[in-house]
């Protein structure tokens, strides 16, 4: 079964920086397209940044426009996201998504809370 295992979420100063990772398994990760979306209590989630099956395309939120890298590395069945000054409106709870044979998959999240 397709399973999604985010890690690296902290609590991390503004200015800080973290980098997340989700560890995929149960599908062909490598032509899959991934993405990262985060979401705080009462707030729709929200798409963070996304990247196609070889990384050559990537699309990120204004909000993090500059700020946020997405890659991935199809040896490992990861996908990342680099997260530099950081602020703090950045916190959320974030989660890794893909979608595989028509359904939606999601993973547990991980949370990101920036705070002096």
């Known amino acids: 079964q397709v399973q999604l295992v985010e890690s690296g979420g902290e609590s991390v100063q503004p200015g800080g920086s973290l980098r997340l990772s989700c560890a995929a398994s149960?599908?062909?990760?490598?032509?899959?397209?991934m993405s990262w979306h985060r979401q705080t209590p009462g707030k729709e989630r929200e798409l963070v940044a996304a990247?196609?099956?070889?990384?050559?395309?990537?699309n990120y939120a204004d909000s993090v426009k500059g700020r946020f890298t997405i890659s991935r590395d199809n040896a490992k069945n990861t996908v990342y996201l680099q997260m530099n000054s950081l602020k703090s409106e950045d916190t959320a709870m974030y989660y890794c998504?893909?979608?595989?044979?028509?359904?939606?998959?999601w993973g547990q999240g991980t949370q990101v809370t920036v705070s002096s």
């Open positions: 998504f893909v979608r595989w044979n028509g359904a939606g998959y």
């Open positions: 149960g599908f062909t990760f490598s032509i899959s397209v």
């Open positions: 990247i196609i099956s070889d990384g050559g395309t990537t």
